[in-house]
């Protein structure tokens, strides 16, 4: 099992460019999620889903978009890249439920210049 | 509104002390989650501990212990003999589901430094 991996692990991107982050987890998970994680500080809820196909907003969805087509991956897209989007990116995983353990991936690190 | 407060934002202690690190968390739901991760220099997140809020049982992990208080609201986390490795930064979660919206809500998290 290699549990959530994320690709890449680090990316430069110019203003008004675009790019999506990958999320891919092997564990037959139904919840995934995109955090971001700005310096200093906690994580916050960029999007969620609760199984193919279903896809919501979290707290800072803004500027960002993003799909469910099967159960394993969970793409992130960046539309026009802006410096405020410079932050570290999660994405995690659980079984089902919402309250249960978030098993997250090793984190992809985004700077906009 | 959902709110999850690590007022401590630093501590540092010296190798086998004791280390208390503070969760505070504010919810009107009567059934939520707390968790504890841990964020190590090398940058993942490692979960520690899930809680829901009709267990306020202790727990007790080696030497990692949980005192969980509704009355007060507090959900704390404490090392005994802290050892270098447990220098990280660690926060306190909590999670929820109203009216079929669901909420995982971070702290800021403290970062703590155990000296040698």
């Known amino acids: 099992n290699a549990g959530v991996t994320q690709t890449p692990k680090f990316r430069i991107l110019k203003i008004g460019q675009s790019m999506t982050l990958q999320c891919t987890q092997d564990?037959?998970?139904?919840?995934m999620y995109w955090y971001r994680q700005d310096p200093g500080m906690g994580l916050k809820l960029i999007y969620y889903s609760v199984g193919a196909g279903i896809t919501d907003k979290g707290e800072v969805p803004n500027g960002y978009n993003v799909s469910r087509s099967t159960t394993e991956d969970f793409p992130l897209r960046l539309e026009l890249a802006a410096p405020s989007q410079t932050s570290v990116y999660f994405c995690?995983?659980?079984?089902?439920?919402?309250?249960?353990?978030?098993?997250f991936g090793p984190g992809t690190r985004l700077l906009v210049l | 509104a959902q709110k999850v407060t690590q007022a401590q934002t630093e501590i540092s202690v010296v190798e086998k002390e004791d280390v208390t690190l503070d969760c505070v968390y504010e919810t009107r739901d009567t059934t939520y989650y707390l968790f504890w991760y841990k964020q190590p220099p090398s940058g993942e997140l490692v979960f520690l501990i899930r809680?829901?809020?009709?267990?306020?049982q202790n727990e007790i992990s080696g030497r990692y212990s949980w005192n969980f208080q509704k009355s007060t609201s507090s959900f704390n986390f404490t090392i005994t003999a802290s050892q270098v490795v447990d220098s990280a930064v660690y926060f306190c979660?909590?999670?929820?589901?109203?009216?079929?919206?669901?909420?995982?809500?971070f702290g800021t998290g403290t970062r703590l430094k155990v000296l040698a």
């Open positions: 995690a995983s659980s079984y089902m439920r919402a309250e249960e353990t978030q098993y």
């Open positions: 564990m037959n998970h139904n919840y």
């Open positions: 809680r829901n809020s009709f267990d306020e």
């Open positions: 979660a909590l999670s929820e589901v109203t009216s079929g919206t669901y909420k995982y809500i």
